[in-house]
């Protein structure tokens, strides 16, 4: 049987922030539709509990253009409205939302007072587009798969930085990315 993950939200008139909590997440998988169905999974704790997570946006989204950042602690994603303005609420129906969903109050900002991104802090995250990426989105691959190698397979150069950041997930370091980096006092 699945758990699920603590989820937090918040909204600005042409995005919707999505972060899911849980630490040490392993073999995550986001996938997002169109039409809003927002589905989540992967592994996590001593037990590797499965964690799993659907959600039915409140409205259409634009896949293309959503992004996501799979950290240490999180999967931050920003999903793009695919029509500009502000939703009632995060998931469709009548049905009030499942205890694990929350509004992200750090992130949160009233109707009235929406100028974008404003002084969000995104931490310097390095988003990834949810097209075209393994386990992501629908049919659309975005604009990334314009190369190819040398045996004529087409590359996401996307791709190939999830791949780099699965494979730290499963290792549980992100010793790799630190080559080179001075440690400072």
Known sequence: MSRHPEVKWAQRADKVF???LLPDAKNAK??????????FSASAGAENHLYELKLDLFDKVNVEESKINIGVRSIFCVVE?????????LLRGDEKA???LKVDWDKWVDEDEDTGLGD??????????FAGMEGMGGDA???DLDDTDDE??????????????QKCLEVGSFMPFLDGVEETG
């Open 18 to 20: 999505i972060t899911v």
């Open 30 to 39: 986001v996938n997002l539709e169109p039409d809003g169905d927002f589905t």
């Open 81 to 89: 409205k695919a029509e500009k303005g502000w939703w009632k609420k």
């Open 98 to 100: 499942p205890h694990y």
């Open 120 to 129: 969000l802090d995104l931490g310097g995250m390095d988003f990834s587009k």
């Open 141 to 143: 691959m975005g604009d």
């Open 152 to 165: 004529g397979i087409i590359v996401d150069k996307n791709l190939e930085t999830w791949q780099e950041v």
